[in-house]
């Protein structure tokens, strides 16, 4: 299919030059022209974006697809349509699945039930150790030439120190970047929700900032020591933020991420005791919100993740201290960007869109996130000007909780095309 996109406003990251009113056209799955006035030619189809953004093809570094193993809470299918609907063109699968992603042979699993069932590109985050377990390395090696180039334990920290340190020094070799999810289990094992005044007053077991904060440390001290590349998921806390601010200060190769939910949600959410509120890490303070909000402003967070956990409804409906953690962030996670980072805070639209597109494709070592001539016709077509409520049951994800239930957004994706094909459009 050719499509014309005409009178879009172009945000594009790392092409200064390719911003504000263009037109693209786009031609067996690429980009053909990028300009003023462009025509259709026949059998062109025409997309109309007067007073809407164009954004390149969002990219999201932290989604759990939960296939294979628990596809009764997401499968790739329902994950890639939910990721489309949120305006993502690629998403990287985590790999804490049943079995868990640490040999090739899953690896390919998930890339050919991709190719065959999914609508957008998914790439594979690999276990940093065999199982998860904590105790001995995965193949490496192997897992590189199957197309891997990220490495985590994600829901579980790699607890010994050493084994750590040898990871992210064989890592580099490849080189691959490991993503370290900072917890400190013997801290945060048993607990519901930030430690504070509000874990009290609700008699909840509370995970401390600390529980985090050592465990970036020493992350950042062991990824210095062994030379390596180093990125750190779901940052939550004004410690955190700081530790990762302070190694980038020094030159060090570390970036981070946080995740719509912290720079939004305050653990006040938490009363009431709804379950969409229960994620990992938890909702922390409001210092530690507006800390998450700055860091994306000055450049320390490079990323915007979702952080997408999708539960089955009967998990999530029970007490507070027996529902799993995790919520369905795919299709609020750009609203919410543009409502409460760009609208509220006022960072610059091309800061935001940076922090979904370029900076995770980098990452994941993907030649992705911009809009050229003769590349890749992925892209998103984002109107500022249309407001929503956000209704779970209407989600594509089989995971409805989300503690934005019933908050009126502003902004929403019009329009997802991945390589040159519309997968998404909204009615």
């Known amino acids: 299919m050719n499509l014309l996109i005409k ?64 596809e009764y809470k997401e499968d790739i299918a329902s994950g890639t349509k939910a990721a489309a609907r949120g305006g993502f063109t690629t998403i990287n ?17 998930v890339r050919e039930v991709a190719k065959a069932s999914g609508v957008i ?15 001995e390395l995965v193949e490496m090696a192997d897992l590189y030439e199957a197309g891997v180039r990220t490495l985590s334990d994600d829901g579980d920290m790699v607890e010994d120190a050493h084994l750590m340190r040898r990871a992210l020094e064989y890592a580099g070799m490849f080189p691959l970047t490991i993503i370290s999810h900072a917890e400190v289990a013997g801290l945060s094992r048993g607990g519901d929700m930030n430690e504070g005044f509000v874990s009290t007053k609700l008699g909840l077991k509370g995970i401390p ?16 020591l062994a030379k390596a590349r180093l990125h750190l998921a779901h940052l939550s806390t004004t410690g955190s933020i700081e530790l990762l601010r302070t190694a980038q200060k020094r030159g060090l190769p570390i970036t981070g991420e946080v995740t719509p939910h912290h720079f939004t949600l305050t653990d006040e959410e938490t009363v009431g005791y709804d379950t969409s509120t229960k994620v990992n ?32 409804g009967f998990e999530k409906e029970r007490e507070y201290s027996r529902a799993p953690f995790g919520i369905s962030g795919l299709e609020t996670a750009v ?82 095309i991945y390589n040159g094909r519309l997968v998404y459009q909204f009615d």
């Open 209 to 224: 900032a600390a529980a985090e904060e050592i465990a970036v440390a020493r992350d950042i001290r062991l990824a210095e």
């Open 7 to 70: 009178n879009g406003d172009l945000v594009n990251p790392g092409k200064p030059k390719l911003n504000g009113k263009l037109d693209l056209l786009v031609k067996q799955g690429k980009i053909a022209k990028i300009g003023e006035n462009l025509k259709a030619g026949k059998g062109c189809q025409v997309i109309d974006a007067t007073r809407q953004y164009v954004f390149p093809g969002l990219v999201d570094l932290h989604v759990h697809l939960r296939e294979p193993g628990h």
């Open 93 to 109: 699968c985590m790999p804490n699945t049943e079995p868990p992603i640490d040999n090739r042979s899953v690896v390919e699993f």
């Open 335 to 416: 609203s919410l960007a543009f409502t409460e980072l760009h609208l509220k805070h006022k960072i610059p639209l091309a800061t935001i869109i940076a922090a979904l597109t370029i900076n995770p494709a980098r990452i994941l070592a993907l030649d992705i996130g911009t809009l050229a001539e003769n590349g890749p016709a992925s892209l998103t077509i984002f109107d500022p000007n249309l407001k929503w409520r956000v209704e779970p049951s209407a989600f594509l994800s089989k995971g409805k909780s989300t503690p934005f239930a019933g908050r009126e957004l502003t902004g929403r994706v019009s329009s997802t």
């Open 121 to 135: 590109r998914v790439v594979t985050t690999a276990c940093i150790t065999k199982g998860r377990a904590g105790k």
């Open 281 to 312: 890490p938890p909702l922390r303070e409001r210092q530690d919100v507006l800390a998450c909000v700055r860091g994306i402003e000055d450049g320390t967070i490079s990323c915007i993740a979702t952080d997408h956990a999708p539960h089955a």
